[in-house]
């Protein structure tokens, strides 16, 4: 097509009757309701009139020409067309011409700007019969199509052929895959409403009678309300009395519609046996007050799937939506407005689980409780990739699971475990925990996880032998047995001992296991500081360990901040030598209160201190005090002048920057303010003062 032959086809104006038709189509408001694929839900509010769009259309030799009108345009009495569509079905292209700014379009025609109309399959579009004959005639459609989806679906054609030789290779490659995808099983759907969406018992009271019947979702039966607990309420919790499933009680009348979401996954064995397809589903299930109990109204939509090798790794993602902003939807690997990478995996969701075990026939843990490890029909959302790779790379779970080691086995299920904890090749399942048969047994009776395995792996090491008791200890308080062997390693204690101390000082001193063993820890560090021998029971046991730590860490915080307060009054001599000016500045008090300013940096830094805040910390304040920026000063109470009371940072005309007391807190809040006030007058008066005093002296200094 040839932009230049286009334009010198015959011209098409709107028509008298048109222009009428427009004229007399007014618009109204109203507000609709929309659901997109995910499900999400919402209402606009629009202005919509009658008809959106309107079309006239012509054939010369073979292309086929569309005028395009809208209502807005023909209200203007214009009866120049918005846009002009050239289509020539032979060569398979199109174009769209805008006459008002004399520029070409590619975009198909439900991409093109539609000025003052929204939700544009709201609207009804006129077009003559014989117009739309000729549409469908020329396109050969064999249907009565309207002129706009006659138009776009031959377009979209286009468009997708155009994208298929564009991106051959991709498309190939993924439609390769999706060929491979197996058919749902004939009761996915069943299953799903059964199994995911929590239950409903629906009531209608009916007068006269005092319990109305119920009907359950699960079962499907219609029974007596139960009379246990009182009459059916609203959104309480109830059990079915036939098939005892949880559900909640719904009346009829209060709630005429009930819906309820759910992400459900799947995972299938590829046709070519070459992986499996892991595919999720956006489900939705709906009942309406005016269709019965018994009609559910049951959707879902596939929006993701997940190719995993045959050692169920994850190797490809596919989304379904616009591919590459081309209009055309499709299996992509990554849709327009997707916000995930290539790599991102398909999250959680509630597993079909009906399958698993023929799907998964041939691998070592195929024989397990498949239905239970993957909450099949529980309710529970569970990353069905995470635990299929799991299952993989612990292929010995199964004979976990037959061992009764439940706690050990979850502990691998939620990635609580290093993977190296386990000797994976070995042939027995004691082995693989590096544990003999006696330690093994041990395991079992007490349903232990890794901290115990750690516990009997160090006796086998050290000969050490623990209590079972003390082994049900380390399990039930999940103590890190890794750590409390360092510890005990420190003081040449075994471990038996070791635990049995902490224990004690854990009781005496009312703290935490894990608590007690780091302030242990410390005291172990401030003990070899001060040059003790912590292998000596007197040190390592010292039944007063609190006390002592408390004591050694006193001595260590004043040895601290007395060497911080002369770093700053070295630092910052300037504080010391401003003092009396300072003082005699800021000087004031009332009955109750008295401003005290710091006579050197060390004074801040033990406020800060006393204070609990940030004052004396760093040193940004006393820098600024130094350089005269901003002043550190204390507001006390008059009769109790050595406690801390609120710190002030200021400037020298009496502007206050903040005031704070302990832990900036402001007590008194109200009061404080006040008194503030008041200083921050006289302050202002008092540099007044001392500026007149400047001048003053300035000009007699002149005067000489």
Same mark, same amino acid.
């Given at each position: ?9 015959k ?16 618009? %109204?408001?109203?507000?609709i ?42 209200r ?37 700007s ?7 399959h ?20 064999g249907?009565?199509?309207?002129v ?14 155009a ?22 099983p ?11 969406? %929590? ?21 499907g ?23 005892g499933?949880d ?42 007050? #005016? ?8 959707? %879902? ?6 190719? +995993? ?15 590459k ?46 239905k239970?490890?993957f ?34 086995m ?72 890794? #750590? ?18 902490? %224990?004690?000082?854990?009781?005496k #001193? ?8 780091? +302030? ?47 770093e ?51 040193? /940004? ?37 903040q ?31 001392? /500026? ?12 000489v």
């Amino acid at each position: 097509m040839k932009k230049k032959e286009l334009l010198e086809m015959k011209k098409m104006q709107a028509t008298t009757h048109m222009l009428h038709t427009a004229e007399q189509d007014e618009a %109204k408001d109203d507000e609709i309701k929309y659901e997109n694929h995910y499900g999400y839900k919402g209402t606009r509010k629009i202005t919509k009139c009658r008809y959106g769009r309107y079309f006239m259309a012509a054939v010369e030799e073979e292309t086929l020409k569309v005028a395009v009108f809208t209502r807005l345009s023909l209200r203007q009495k214009s009866r120049e067309p918005i846009y002009e569509i050239y289509v020539n079905k032979k060569e398979k292209k199109y174009l769209t011409y805008e006459p008002e700014t004399k520029k070409w379009r590619t975009a198909k025609i439900n991409m093109l700007s539609w000025e003052g109309l929204y939700y544009l399959h709201m609207y009804e579009e006129w077009q003559t019969d014989a117009t739309r004959k000729l549409v469908n005639d020329y396109f050969d459609t064999g249907k009565n199509l309207n002129v706009f989806q006659a138009v776009l679906d031959f377009q979209s054609a286009v468009k997708e052929e155009a994208l298929y030789r564009k991106h051959r290779s991709e498309i190939e490659e993924i439609d390769a895959t999706m060929k491979e995808v197996p058919e749902l099983p004939k009761n996915f759907d069943d299953w799903v409403i059964k199994n995911c969406f %929590k239950e409903t018992l629906f009531y209608e009271r009916e007068r006269p009678y005092r319990w109305p019947k119920v009907y359950c979702t699960h079962c499907g039966q219609y029974m007596d309300a139960p009379t246990v607990g009182g009459a059916p309420k609203h959104g309480a919790d109830i059990k079915c009395p036939k098939c005892g499933v949880d559900a909640t009680y719904r009346s009829w009348n209060k709630q005429k519609v009930v819906e309820e979401e759910a992400d459900v996954a799947i995972l299938q064995r590829l046709n070519d046996r070459s992986g499996y397809i892991l595919r999720c589903f956006r489900t939705k299930i709906t009942r309406r007050h #005016n269709k019965g109990w018994e009609v559910a109204e049951f959707r %879902k939509f596939e929006r993701e799937r997940e190719r +995993l090798s045959l050692d169920l790794r994850s190797e490809e993602a596919f989304e379904y939506g616009e591919y590459k902003y081309t209009g055309v939807e499709r299996w992509c690997h990554q849709c327009r407005h997707s916000q995930w990478g290539y790599y991102w995996r398909i999250g959680k969701a509630l597993m079909y689980t009906p399958n698993l075990r023929r799907e998964l026939k041939g691998k070592p843990f195929a024989r397990m409780d498949l239905k239970k490890l993957f909450h099949g029909g529980e309710r529970k959302r569970i990353d069905a990739t995470y635990i299929l790779g799991i299952l993989e790379d612990f292929p010995f779970v199964e004979y976990l699971e037959k061992s009764g080691l439940h706690k050990l086995m979850r502990e691998i299920m939620e990635g609580d475990v290093n993977r190296t904890f386990f000797d994976r090749e070995a042939p027995r399942i004691n082995e693989v925990l590096k544990l003999n048969k006696q330690e093994f047994s041990r395991l079992r009776q007490i349903d232990g996880g890794q901290n115990v395995v750690q516990a009997l792996r160090y006796e086998q090491n050290s000969g050490d032998r623990l209590t079972d008791g003390n082994l049900r200890y380390i399990d039930e308080n999940e103590i890190d047995v890794a #750590n409390l062997i360092l510890t005990a390693s420190r003081t040449g204690m075994t471990m038996q001992r070791m635990l049995n101390y902490l %224990k004690k000082q854990m009781d005496k #001193n009312e703290m935490r296991f894990e608590e007690t063993r780091r +302030l242990y820890n410390d005291y172990l560090d401030m003990a070899e500081e001060r040059g003790m021998d912590v292998t000596d029971e007197i040190v390592s046991r010292n039944a007063r360990m609190r006390e002592f730590h408390d004591k050694y860490t006193e001595e260590k915080n004043r040895e601290e901040n007395e060497k911080r307060d002369r770093e700053v009054e070295k630092k910052f001599p300037q504080i010391r030598k401003d003092y009396k000016r300072n003082a005699e500045h800021f000087a004031f008090e009332t009955k109750k209160y008295v401003i005290v300013v710091p006579k050197k940096a060390s004074d801040i830094t033990k406020e800060g201190r006393r204070q609990h805040h940030c004052v004396g910390a760093s040193d /940004q304040y006393m820098a600024k005090m130094a350089s005269r920026q901003t002043f550190i000063l204390f507001l006390r109470k008059k009769d109790d002048k050595e406690v801390p009371y609120y710190t002030l940072e200021v400037e020298w005309d009496g502007k206050i920057r903040q005031w704070y007391g302990a832990y900036d807190r402001q007590p008194d809040k109200e009061e404080i303010q006040s008194i503030l006030n008041q200083w921050t007058k006289k302050i202002e008066k008092r540099q007044l003062k001392e /500026q007149r005093e400047q001048i003053k002296q300035t000009k007699i200094l002149a005067a000489v």
